[in-house]
């Protein structure tokens, strides 16, 4: 069975970091551009950072661009998410997928182009 699992969410402080962390079980990872999203009440889902498979070329939304940091360790299944900095706008449920279609760039990915997701994992920004 493909899966994505998601963990490393939590409850922080303005200021704080956190590293979240999406394993792959059932396929592997090696070939796909990964990417997380997130997705705050009330609002659509959005991307947040994305990484390539080939280059390992990344993007960052201008939000958490130079505090968020994407990184993949195709050895493990697993991609990550480093985010320093955080504040209340980054409260959200994190969401991880895989471009299983091909569809996706560095310069270019929507959500529909993502085959695999995992469940998510909720993280608060509150003092």
């Known amino acids: 069975q493909v899966r994505l699992v998601e963990s490393g969410g939590g409850l922080v402080q303005p200021g704080r970091s956190l590293r979240l962390s999406c394993a792959a079980s059932g396929f592997s990872l090696d070939y796909y551009a990964l990417a997380w999203f997130r997705q705050a009440p009330g609002k659509e889902r959005e991307g947040v950072s994305y990484i390539s498979s080939s280059d390992g070329s990344t993007y960052y939304a201008d939000s958490v661009k130079g505090r968020f940091t994407i990184s993949r360790d195709n050895a493990k299944h697993t991609v990550y998410l480093q985010m320093n900095n955080l504040n209340p706008e980054d409260t959200a449920v994190y969401y991880c997928?895989?471009?299983?279609?091909?569809?996706?760039?560095?310069?270019?990915?929507?959500?529909?182009?993502?085959?695999?997701w995992g469940q998510g994992t909720q993280v608060t920004v509150s003092s």
């Open positions: 997928a895989a471009d299983t279609k091909g569809y996706s760039s560095v310069e270019r990915f929507l959500m529909d182009d993502f085959g695999s």
